[in-house]
């Protein structure tokens, strides 16, 4: 296995001087390809701020992040568009699905940004849909679609063109008891088959089914362990 996500000494300073508030505080991560690890922290812990960083969706203060060999620090925004797409699969909290498509045209999506032809992106989304167990309402729109089910396509989504990462943000925030256990249920199939998943989440219950857990607060990790209690069944 190789490092997939490595983070060196990252800071987050917002209003630098005398009020400065320090969401990341040298922080320091190394992720190897096909780990499965939760973040967990409580609000205003800075895993919001930490995740925006695992995503490319922001970048540090200082520190150093290499995202699969490349150095993602001091991107510019096209220049993150563009490897946000490549190596990173989102499922979030909402879902962020939009509610004029189907379920099948949501997956294509972020194919459709990959600039593949619509034959190949079509057999990918369906694909995807069939590894998670909603192909069978592939026509539907959200709204036609319980919350379990809106997830399912959301992950769908985040895995049809294979990325590198799958970057889960509190993902069953939203769902009830037992769609928050077919989820999760999925998440932990998808790092049985060889996924790297990072998930974001503030609940113990939840992060106790990754097979590592690092805990931040105060912009710092507390901890960095191995779950004695994974499994993968």
Known sequence: MHPIIEI??????YNPGENEVRALNGVSLTVNQGEFVAII????????????????????????????????????????SEIRNREI????????????????????????????GATQRREMALAALERVGIAHRKGHKPS??????????????ALAAAPPVILADEPTGNL??????????????????????VLITHDDDVARQAQRIVRITDGRIESDEINPLYSAV
């Open 176 to 197: 009830d008891t037992k769609s928050t256990k077919d989820v999760l249920a999925i998440i932990k199939e998808l790092h049985q088959a060889g996924n790297t998943v």
């Open 89 to 116: 699969g989102f499922i979030f909290q909402s879902f962020n699905l939009i509610q004029s498509l189907t379920a099948l045209e949501n997956v294509e999506l972020p194919l459709i940004y990959r600039g593949l």
């Open 144 to 157: 036609e679609l319980s919350g379990g089910q809106q997830q399912r396509v959301a992950v769908a989504r």
């Open 8 to 13: 060196k000494d990252m800071y987050k300073i």
């Open 41 to 80: 922290g409580h609000s205003g812990s800075g895993k919001s701020t930490f995740m925006n960083m695992l995503g490319c969706l922001d970048v540090p203060t200082e520190g150093t992040y290499l995202l699969n060999g490349q150095d993602v620090s001091d991107m510019t925004d096209d220049e993150q």
